[in-house]
């Protein structure tokens, strides 16, 4: 789960009286991918109160949100799980301090949920949060099969299993006029464009020099975000019948999604 961490100090000694006409951009603001997990993190001492207890509301609504731990010296932590929760809103957040029954004090902050995108989804289905961590890296090859994480999220495949199937095949074309003629099948995402990936397709006869495809790959079934495509092997440009293909992916150094 992905621990985003707003740090602020809560006095427990003074309370703090808030006006209806707070400008909420002056406000701390906590800002969490949906389906990532967000904290926020305090310290409280100081006051007289004794055996304080934290809850944090939706300021509009007066829900209880999340979950607040806190300690015998002096630390809380409230952690709240976004899964549900409806993406791009500010939401108005108080963690309110308690004790003998009534309130002592109010910290107001802004809670901003963001929609995941798709390669953040991908990540949270089999890494858990969004977070680019050593093992989410694009290069990264947790299941050590020799694909890294980004083939995995290009092709559709699983990033944690070693024995998921291969994406990549070759296989027979028939038809009339088409002999004994082969292409290239792989899996692509639909949404490649949005998620700035470009699949080049190369041939070769000799797996020396290579051939950018002058064909567009015909689509062949379609199942969810993805779509099976293939490509005839083509007569090359130095009239050799082709043998080999590979696919390069291509994404832009910081992608959009």
């Known amino acids: 789960m992905k621990t985003l961490i707003l740090v602020f100090g809560v006095c427990l000694a003074h309370a703090v009286n808030l006006a209806a006409v707070d400008v909420v951009t002056a406000l701390p603001r906590l800002r969490v991918v949906q389906g990532d997990v967000a904290t926020l993190a305090a310290q409280f001492g100081g006051g007289s109160i004794p055996q304080p207890t934290f809850t944090v509301q939706n300021v509009s609504n007066g829900q209880t949100m999340g979950q607040v731990l806190q300690s015998d010296s002096g630390s809380l932590q409230w952690s709240f799980d976004s899964t549900a929760a409806t993406p791009d809103q500010l939401q108005v957040v108080e963690l309110i301090t308690a004790a003998e029954g009534s309130v002592s004090d109010r910290k107001r902050f802004i809670l901003e949920i963001v929609q995941a ?15 680019e961590v050593p093992e989410a890296a694009s290069a990264a090859d947790p299941d050590s099969d020799g694909r890294t994480n980004l083939e995995e999220f290009a092709f559709g495949s699983n990033p944690k299993s070693s024995n998921d199937a291969q994406r990549v095949n070759v296989e027979a074309v028939t038809g009339a006029g088409l002999g004994e003629a ?16 470009s699949y080049q397709v190369e041939f070769s006869s000799d797996l020396s020099d290579w051939a950018l495809s002058e064909s567009s790959p015909s689509i062949i079934s379609e199942d969810g975000t993805f779509e099976q495509v293939g ?26 999604n």
């Open 117 to 131: 995108t798709p390669r953040q989804q991908w990540l949270q289905q089999f890494f858990g949060s969004s977070a």
């Open 182 to 197: 082969m292409r290239a099948v792989f899996r692509r995402r639909k949404d490649r464009d949005t998620v700035g990936l």
């Open 231 to 256: 490509l005839q092997f083509p007569i090359l440009p130095n009239g050799k019948q082709s043998r080999f293909f590979r696919i390069q992916l291509q994404q832009p150094t910081t992608p959009a």
